[in-house]
């Protein structure tokens, strides 16, 4: 059974830091995309960073700067390292995986994690 586990939430300071990971298994490896995106109250889930098999990593505007992800292959793992956190960083952080292309969205995921940030 293939699964993606989260883990590294809590609740932070305004300025703060947290790292996220995840691990991938029940026989998959070596997925093509591993990434984060989160879902904050009434809003629709969105990217926040992804890193491909190539090295290449991508990260949304709004958190440049701030957050690093990295992967261990070895491990079947993607983390998410998260600084200098703001309250509108609050919100469910899950994680994804693929073989395939980006363009044709994470074929897994995880329950998901969540992160509050007060202020």
């Known amino acids: 059974q293939v699964q993606l586990v989260e883990s590294g939430g809590g609740l932070v300071q305004a300025g703060g830091s947290l790292k996220l990971s995840c691990v991938a298994s029940?026989?998959?490896?070596?997925?093509?995309?591993m990434g984060w995106y989160r879902q904050a109250p009434g809003s629709q889930r969105e990217m926040v960073a992804r890193?491909?098999?190539?090295?290449?990593?991508q990260y949304a505007d709004f958190v440049k700067g701030r957050f690093t992800i990295s992967r261990d292959n070895a491990k079947n793992a993607v983390y998410l390292q998260m600084n200098s956190l703001k309250p509108e960083d609050t919100g469910v952080y899950y994680c994804?995986?693929?073989?395939?292309?980006?363009?044709?969205?994470?074929?897994?995921w995880g329950k998901g994690t969540l992160v509050t940030v007060s202020s």
């Open positions: 994804g995986g693929t073989y395939f292309p980006v363009s044709s969205g994470m074929a897994y």
């Open positions: 029940g026989g998959i490896s070596n997925l093509n995309v």
């Open positions: 890193s491909f098999s190539s090295g290449t990593t």
